[in-house]
């Protein structure tokens, strides 16, 4: 499974210019770990963070116009840092497999001369095979929608070279849409096939349990989507799907949910599905139409684990919404149980304000992020933290540290 283990987001927002990870030209910073979480107070740039991994997504899955024009973002002026004359700037850095060559995906939208969002440049770029050290070439490389594209597994752009036989020039008919959205349907660019794969498959959550207490029509789905409104769908899928671990998935998500005894689903005579939760002491059922929120949200995030073919890619913001707080630490462990439990496990990002639930983190998985004196945002790795780290390993729980606003006084030290 790819896993991401640098991003880096300038002039989007609060986020003028910050780095989680490390970077092909930031070596020397330590990978993102499988499961990361992000802490901060209130309007410090977390939910920011969070919409910053959901633009890069939606710019493939639309383009990056209409990315910029969705309700919750405004438009480019909006996006763009305040005072910032530059493009907006993304860049991933990530491995297709632990022993994989890393590749590096560049991404800048600008206004063009009508005033319209586009894409500047797009480059995609590895050190060729066998090279451990030195910069990384392009295998596709587009500004302004032209430019040049290397075919096959291993091609690379070769420093110096007048031409290369792999090379083909493109020119894009609408600038609007990214590079890998064309040519990644293409056979002979691999590369660009999977990593575009990769993006289109991430997973970020809008859940909210309302959604969840709707009756959707039977049929079962591979996916639950981003609202949770399908659940019962994707029930009925593992069912029939998955007859031989349906039950131990079902059982495995009951046991870690106070109350419920077993979980089923049951069809209406209009054909709609009925989630059904048998509670151990009550001899009827409670439907999820009954249930309280904070068990259907933990439902959802289990049953988003238990996927046989999980996201790439996972991001939740603030789980712990309407949850009760002796739940968090369990659900936090869940989480990292499933991000570092198989080569198939998806990679978790999560932005959180729960103490309780930071409790049960290591420091090398938390990210602490800060309104600077500038006003921009400013993030740190909670393992830079010596002093912390030091505290943690005596046994004392990150989540009172930064309730005790010990974190903030550290980060804030000459």
Request: proline share 6%.
């Amino acid at each position: 499974m790819p896993i991401i283990e640098g991003f880096r987001v300038q002039n989007y927002r609060a986020l003028r210019d910050v780095t989680l990870g490390k970077l092909s030209n930031q070596q020397h910073g330590q990978p993102l770990t499988p499961f990361t979480v992000v802490i901060g107070k209130n309007g410090v740039g977390k939910s920011t963070l969070f919409d910053a991994f959901g633009f890069v997504a939606d710019c493939l899955t639309t383009d990056v116009e209409t990315a910029c024009d969705l309700k919750q973002r405004g438009g480019f002026e909006r996006l763009r840092s305040k005072g910032a004359v530059d493009a907006i700037r993304f860049e991933i850095y990530y491995r297709e497999a632990p022993n994989e060559r890393p590749i590096t995906y560049e991404l800048a939208i600008m206004l063009d001369e009508s005033g319209r969002p586009f894409v500047e440049s797009e480059v995609l770029k590895q050190r060729r095979k066998g090279q451990k050290h030195g910069r990384p070439f392009p295998f596709l490389r587009l500004t302004h929608g032209k430019g040049l594209v290397w075919a096959g597994e291993d091609a690379v752009e070769i420093e110096g070279a007048e031409e290369d036989r792999q090379q083909t020039g493109v020119e894009l008919t609408d600038t609007r849409q990214l590079g890998i959205a064309t040519l990644g349907t293409l056979k002979e660019h691999p590369r660009i096939k999977r990593f575009r794969d990769f993006l289109k498959g991430w997973y970020l959550s809008y859940f909210y349990p309302d959604a969840a207490r709707s009756l959707p029509s039977a049929g079962p789905q591979r996916h639950l989507n981003i609202h949770g409104d399908n659940i019962g769908n994707v029930v009925q899928f593992l069912e029939r799907e998955h007859k031989t671990r349906f039950q131990s998935i079902l059982h495995r998500i009951a046991t870690k949910i106070p109350g419920i005894s077993s979980i089923k689903t049951q069809l209406t005579e209009d054909k709609r599905v009925l989630l059904r939760f048998d509670d151990g002491p009550f001899g009827d059922p409670f439907y999820a139409q009954q249930m309280s929120d904070g068990t259907l949200k933990v439902f959802a995030y289990l049953l988003l684990m238990e996927d046989p073919e999980p996201p790439p890619f996972i991001c939740i913001e603030e789980p712990e919404n309407g949850l009760y707080h002796k739940l968090l630490e369990a659900l936090a462990q869940e989480f990292r149980s499933h991000a570092t439990g198989k080569k198939s496990a998806p990679q978790l990002f999560v932005t959180t304000h729960q103490p309780y639930f930071v409790d049960a983190l290591s420091p090398e998985e938390v990210w602490l992020v800060e309104k600077g004196s500038s006003g921009f945002s400013r993030v740190q790795r909670v393992s830079e933290l010596d002093d912390v780290k030091n505290l943690v390993a005596e046994g004392l729980p990150l989540g009172g540290l930064w309730y005790a606003d010990y974190l903030d006084r550290v980060s804030d030290a000459p």
